[in-house]
């Protein structure tokens, strides 16, 4: 963030001063919420959680190098105190589920405006451009990419993970600092108005909508919601911004209507402005293929794993160009591109011949279809055609729509002719993939119902062989990465009579 005196902050988020001996000392540091990285020049963030109080750390904090704390109520040592409904962000556009005094709410709150200020200034200044990315899957995956197109301009900052939510997006804007070129944001929504709110936050130039699916269906009711909520980034750039836009997502394409910026589209379609030919993907999955742009045409040859990432290097390319890059230089970030995201198409071979697909940070049916048909396409990329495994658990968030989705997906994976299907769990969703699949055509044990993660990995240990590739995925509160982990964990290895991990891993993102 930008240096600001404890004043300067109060003014800030609309808050009061307690046990403040010098107003003017300056904030110089970063903006943390866990007292163990506190650094000298630091602002503590004390922040209620589900199992502990931030504000019972604020004296640790202090003694570790804080200048001060924003804090919810005065903590014995340099503070600045906010309130509920205090700073300039509505309050609405942060919720906590354990915080029964809106005390978390008012934290949140003001940091949110810390970070508005720190950002619209850098901006003013001319030295900072803000890049938004939304979409129902691959926010993760794009941002990373993003982040590989635009180093080679500047100093990049974007977020670790999917840290998208009202915590970690305003933490991320204030890791920018005055020698920031590109800050690189992910807009997540659990309803509509939160991805305006955080653009709010962090006021984009650039937008780029991935994707219109079903993720949080549930919670959003219908595919138009999520279409109407994933364009409130384009409705909040500027008349100077640029929207990026996906001509194949006719929902997408749409939204270039409801936006005052330039709109450059992307895609496989013949009038997209950055347009892909020829892909083809390798043994691993990843994907080559001839990029086209008014800049010029080159051949593009990705690291990441999945056909379902050409539309995100294109908007990365979109990006890039616009931010000063030649093509050249962009094809050449994204040939080297390495996702810092776990649990993202995490394709790791083990020493004993078994080939791992981690994607279980989350899922959503659209992510699950692009990770089975990156799974199919490996086992069948091989010059012997390997068996493939989805190891698939519950998709969160589907509401009234979750037991057809779930039955799609079972069937979508007989259709893809997937070897084994695992179904994890004992709930109706898990129950309706592997009926799915059943009615699809699965006979005997293709499709198999096992009631937890435990039971998973007992039936792989017995029936996974050398050459198998298995796909795990699910929502993250499933946990379903444990079989994963397993499976690559040098002991099990070792059991199995293999001798190590050789460690072939790719962190990228099939899932929003």
Avoid at 32 to 53: K, N, V
Avoid at 208 to 218: D, K, R
Avoid at 414 to 438: E, F, I, K, N, W
Wanted: aromatic residues 2%.
């Amino acid at each position: 963030m930008i240096e600001m005196t404890l004043r300067e902050i109060a003014e800030v988020v609309g808050g009061t001063l307690h046990d403040v001996a010098d107003p003017e000392v300056r904030v110089t540091g970063a903006v943390e919420f866990d007292s163990r990285r506190i650094g000298s020049g630091d602002l503590f963030l004390a922040l209620p959680g589900e199992r502990s109080d931030g504000h019972d750390y604020a004296g640790a904090a202090v003694a570790a190098g804080a200048v001060a704390v924003l804090a919810a109520r005065p903590v014995g040592v340099p503070a600045i105190v906010v309130t509920p409904g205090g700073g300039d962000v509505p309050s609405s556009s942060v919720a906590l589920s354990h915080d029964a005094d809106g005390s978390g709410a008012a934290v949140l709150t003001a940091l949110a405006a810390l970070a508005r200020a720190s950002v619209s200034r850098l901006a003013a200044d001319g030295g900072l451009t803000v890049v938004g990315v939304t979409g129902s899957s691959g926010k993760t995956s794009t941002k990373d990419l993003l982040a590989a197109v635009l180093a080679p301009l500047g100093t990049v900052v974007a977020p670790p993970g999917s840290f998208n939510n009202e915590l970690g997006h305003p933490w991320t804007a204030l890791r920018a600092d005055a020698g920031t070129r590109f800050l690189v944001l992910e807009l997540s929504a659990r309803g509509p108005g939160h991805i305006a709110a955080l653009a709010e936050v962090a006021p984009p130039s650039i937008g780029v909508v991935l994707n219109v699916g079903t993720a949080h269906l549930g919670e959003f009711g219908s595919r138009e919601a999520i279409a109407k909520t994933k364009g409130e980034l384009v409705e909040a750039l500027p008349p100077t911004g640029l929207a990026v836009l996906n001509a194949d997502d006719p929902q997408v394409a749409a939204m270039a209507s409801r936006t005052s910026a330039r709109v450059v589209t992307v895609g496989q379609a013949a009038t997209a402005d950055v347009r892909a030919t020829d892909i083809r993907l390798d043994d691993q999955a990843r994907a080559a293929f001839t990029v086209h742009t008014s800049a010029g045409s080159a051949q593009v040859r990705l690291a990441v794993h999945g056909e379902h990432h050409v539309g995100n290097a294109l908007s990365a390319i979109a990006v890039a160009l616009e931010c000063g890059a030649d093509l050249d230089t962009a094809v050449a970030a994204l040939s080297d591109a390495r996702a810092a995201s776990a649990r993202r198409m995490d394709v790791r071979t083990t020493a004993d011949g078994i080939t791992v697909v981690n994607d279980s940070y989350n899922a959503n049916p659209d992510s699950v279809r692009a990770a089975l048909k990156a799974l199919v396409s490996m086992a069948r990329a091989a010059e012997t055609p390997r068996r493939s495994w989805a190891v698939l658990g519950e998709m969160g968030e589907l509401g009234e729509e979750s037991v057809l989705e779930h039955d799609a997906i079972g069937r979508l994976a007989v259709r893809l002719d997937v070897s084994r299907v695992v179904a994890v769990g004992t709930g109706r969703p898990a129950r309706a993939l592997h009926q799915g699949a059943v009615m699809e055509g699965s006979w005997g044990e293709e499709s198999v119902l096992v009631p937890d993660i435990a039971a998973a990995i007992a039936l792989l240990e017995q029936e996974v062989a050398p050459g198998d590739v298995v796909l795990v995925k699910a929502s993250k509160s499933v946990g379903l990465w444990e079989v994963a982990e397993h499976l690559t964990d040098p002991a099990a290895v070792a059991a199995r009579g293999g001798a190590a991990d050789n460690g072939v891993g790719q962190d990228t993102e099939a899932a929003g």
